[in-house]
């Protein structure tokens, strides 16, 4: 026997080198970057209707949202540099 979802349930999933967090509630599910709030969201009542127009919606904002979901590389600032002093002779 299943147990039914009545909170939400939250993971963490590695997808190739990045970590994001799913979290499924009784209204649907949503998939973000770790440490961020905004990500993809998914009502089971859309998903269960199978219509092909809204999966061709879901493809269309899934390839629009691909550069935001994505986690940001970080770069490194250059290192500070002193001039060099020249000893006193």
């Not at 993809?40 to 127009?53: I, K």
Request: net charge positive; no cysteine.
């Amino acid at each position: 026997m299943a147990t039914t979802l009545e909170k939400p349930l939250k993971r963490e999933i590695l997808i190739g080198k990045d970590a994001y967090v799913v979290i499924l509630t009784p209204g649907g599910l949503k998939l973000t970057v770790k440490g961020r709030r905004n990500g993809l969201e998914l009502s089971w009542q859309d998903l269960v209707n199978g219509d092909a127009a809204l999966a061709t919606a879901l493809n269309a904002s899934l390839e629009e949202t691909t550069t935001r979901l994505r986690p940001k590389t970080k770069t490194k600032p250059a290192p500070k540099t002193r001039p060099r002093r020249v000893p006193a002779r």
